[in-house]
């Protein structure tokens, strides 16, 4: 089992910066890609940014590309979102999750574990 707990959120304007952070626990770390998604409520769940296991290949969703990091701590198990320069479209609850696939996968149904979520509010 993998426990995740995002932290990090809050209110910002827009133009600003934040920092998410995914702490894992549970079976080993290094063998689960991460993914960030965000949810506003009557959406569904898109996927942010994705991290693979060794942390070498990442990629993005196009909304976010260019104003978004995805990096990896492996020895503190953390995985982080840095945003940058967000925009009130941005504002959302933001999840972290480990998939088990070793593929880059973006669908939320190949990420069996995921955290309680986080919100992020950009003002105008």
């Known amino acids: 089992q993998v426990q995740l707990v995002e932290s990090g959120g809050g209110l910002v304007q827009a133009g600003g910066s934040l920092r998410l952070s995914c702490a894992v626990s549970?079976?080993?770390?290094?063998?689960?890609?991460m993914g960030w998604f965000r949810q506003v409520p009557g959406k569904e769940r898109e996927f942010v940014a994705y991290i693979s296991w060794s942390g070498g290949f990442t990629d993005y969703a196009d909304s976010v590309k260019g104003r978004f990091t995805i990096s990896q701590n492996n020895a503190k198990n953390l995985v982080y979102l840095q945003m940058n320069s967000l925009k009130p479209e941005d504002t959302s609850v933001y999840y972290c999750a480990a998939t088990t696939s070793l593929r880059f996968v973006t669908a939320i149904r190949d990420y069996p574990y995921w955290g309680q979520g986080t919100q992020v509010t950009v003002s105008s």
């Open positions: 549970g079976r080993t770390f290094s063998r689960y890609p």
